[in-house]
């Protein structure tokens, strides 16, 4: 019995050495996604953002008889911009990126009821010209977000 344990005891000694050892040649190999240059990381992550700039933003809501009573509000990723009434127009800032613009109504007057409606869009250039018009559906009618041309939207904000 006594030869026994010693025997598991030598044999765990040795077990426990040639793992300290592999640990220490463990030890030596480099990470292959750390990179020791610092200034090289922070350039790569320079390269892949672009730099944020600023972007203006017009919209335009063409006058209709249907709609005359709504004020149809404007937000960006859920945060409120502004407002458009009957044959307005509104002019708004923000930076380059990817957004959701919405539509909203809050109080609609009328036998049909006006939905929400939100679209993405990638903000890049320097500016953009939407124009928001009613649009009417089965249940109920939303207010589209809809890109146009400078020319259009000057032609709109005209009349």
């Known amino acids: 019995m006594k030869k026994i344990v010693s025997k598991s005891l030598i044999t765990l000694s040795l077990i426990f050495l040639a793992s300290c050892a592999t640990v220490e040649k463990l030890k030596d190999i480099e990470d292959p996604l750390k990179n020791n240059d610092a200034s090289s990381t922070t350039s790569t992550v320079a390269e892949l953002t672009p730099p944020s700039k600023e972007v203006n ?3 335009v809501r063409p006058s209709a008889i249907l709609t005359a009573a709504q004020v149809v509000e404007l937000y960006i990723n859920d945060k409120e911009v502004g407002e458009l009434s009957n044959g ?3 002019e708004t800032k923000t ?3 990817n957004y959701e613009i919405a539509t909203k109504v809050g109080l609609s007057l009328g036998l049909q009821g006006v939905c929400k409606f939100s679209k993405d869009f990638n903000l890049t ?5 939407f124009k928001v018009d009613y649009d009417v559906g089965m249940l109920c009618g939303e207010y589209e977000i809809n890109e146009i041309s400078k ?3 000057d ?3 005209a009349s």
């Open 155 to 157: 032609d709109l904000s």
């Open 88 to 90: 307005s127009n509104f």
């Open 151 to 153: 020319d259009e939207y």
């Open 125 to 129: 250039n320097e500016s953009y010209y």
């Open 57 to 59: 933003l017009y919209f």
């Open 95 to 97: 930076m380059s990126g």
